[in-house]
């Protein structure tokens, strides 16, 4: 799911609600291990596993495809930008000193801030990809696996 995930972005809330389905299928059993036999060690590393799968699940999907900057702070940026572009022109226009090149540099080097806080925190919008290749040879050996076990 992931892996499908990571090539469109669109199937997001499908990809959520299947791995939450498959999380809460997995505790169950956790949940009916426990029951069965309690002291066995095996049991405890199991659930102990499964919870930081459930663990990994909330860091890594949750937190980081939910909880997104606010478009409230990228006009805050935009306004801070703007801002100091105009106030660095009205300082080079109050002393007489025209250099476009510190102008220049100074909005591309602003401009590329807030690109790279916007492609840090929009990954599926591209502008920044993350490697899924651990995704795709971990789903390529359970494939071969799988064709193993037949």
Request: charged share 20%; hydrophobic share 50%.
């Amino acid at each position: 799911m992931r892996v499908d995930l990571a090539k469109d972005a669109t199937k997001l809330d499908i990809a959520m609600s299947r791995s939450q389905q498959i999380l809460d299928t997995i505790w169950k059993y956790s949940e009916t291990l426990a029951v069965q036999d309690r002291s066995s060690d095996i049991y405890a590393m199991f659930i102990m596993s499964v919870n930081d799968l459930v663990d990994n699940y909330n860091h890594r999907i949750i937190m980081a495809l939910q909880y997104r900057i606010p478009i409230a702070i990228y006009w805050v940026l935009f306004l801070v930008s703007f801002l100091s572009m105009f106030i660095l022109g009205y300082q080079f226009g109050v002393t007489g000193k025209k250099n476009f090149w510190i102008n220049f540099v100074l909005s591309v080097i602003f401009a590329l801030v807030m690109l790279l806080i916007l492609a840090l925190d929009r990954p599926e919008v591209s502008l920044v990809k993350v490697g899924q290749n651990s995704m795709v040879n971990l789903q390529q050996e359970l494939q071969v696996k799988q064709l193993n076990d037949r």
